[in-house]
């Protein structure tokens, strides 16, 4: 079964800095999610990634295959970046529907 | 706003008690997800559909627990004798099965107090 760990847990910044969030996994991946949950739970769907890198706006989503690794990134931050951010992969080999969730890291970002 | 809705949003009850909880996913999507999220942690994986069929369950699916989606739109996850435990948010999640790695739509979750 595949263990997702993100780093860090939590994540204080100050509005304007570049945050990155790092996400690691132990077995091969069919595809790599970011979604971002804020408070009250609802999950929104960031990025979908199979490899190299994409950009939407102020994040970017960067996944190193052989590592076994990914990052997200917010270029100038602002309050509204506030929220927990999950990773989440599905197997190589395994089900079409099965996530496998990273804990999440949750991030305040200060006016 | 995903497009997935669920109801009731919350839910307070007493242990030993029935449940019943409600996904009305995007209509066009043919797959539908079943998540639970804990405080803390992330979401882990239930149980999915494609159409009616229900194609997997996780072992945190115990007999107490069915769900089932008749006719291919709406799904139901029903939680029979709730337990102290079964408190946590209850997510769903549709998609269109287009290729391995089609992006999930999340609703707003149940949340669930059993007390």
């Known amino acids: 079964k595949n263990e997702v760990e993100q780093s860090p847990q939590n994540l204080t910044a100050q509005e304007g800095e570049f945050i990155t969030i790092n996400c690691s996994y132990s077995?091969?991946?069919?595809?790599l999610h970011w979604l971002q949950q804020h408070p009250g739970g609802g999950i929104v769907s960031l990025f979908m990634?199979?490899?190299g890198k994409k950009k939407h706006g102020r994040l970017i989503a960067t996944i190193n295959i052989q590592e076994k690794h990914s990052s997200l990134h917010i270029t100038a931050s602002h309050p509204r970046d506030s929220a927990v951010y999950i990773c989440a992969v599905r197997d190589y080999g395994g089900s079409q529907g099965n996530l496998i969730f990273g804990k999440g890291t949750k991030l305040s970002v200060k006016p | 706003d995903t497009g997935v809705s669920q109801d009731p949003r919350h839910k307070i009850t007493k242990r030993g008690q029935n449940v019943t909880f409600r996904c009305d996913p995007i209509s066009e999507h043919n797959r539908l997800y079943w998540y639970r999220q804990t405080l803390g942690q992330g979401p882990e994986f239930l149980t999915y559909f494609q159409n009616e069929a229900q194609l997997e369950k996780s072992r945190l699916l115990s007999d107490r627990f069915s769900a089932e989606r008749p006719k291919g739109s709406f799904s139901t996850l029903e939680i029979q004798r709730t337990e102290q435990g079964d408190s946590a948010m209850y997510l769903c999640?549709?998609?269109?099965?287009?290729?391995?790695?089609?992006?999930?739509?999340f609703g707003p979750g149940t949340r669930l107090l059993v007390l």
């Open positions: 990634l199979s490899s």
């Open positions: 077995v091969g991946i069919s595809a």
């Open positions: 999640a549709s998609s269109l099965a287009r290729t391995p790695s089609e992006t999930q739509y």
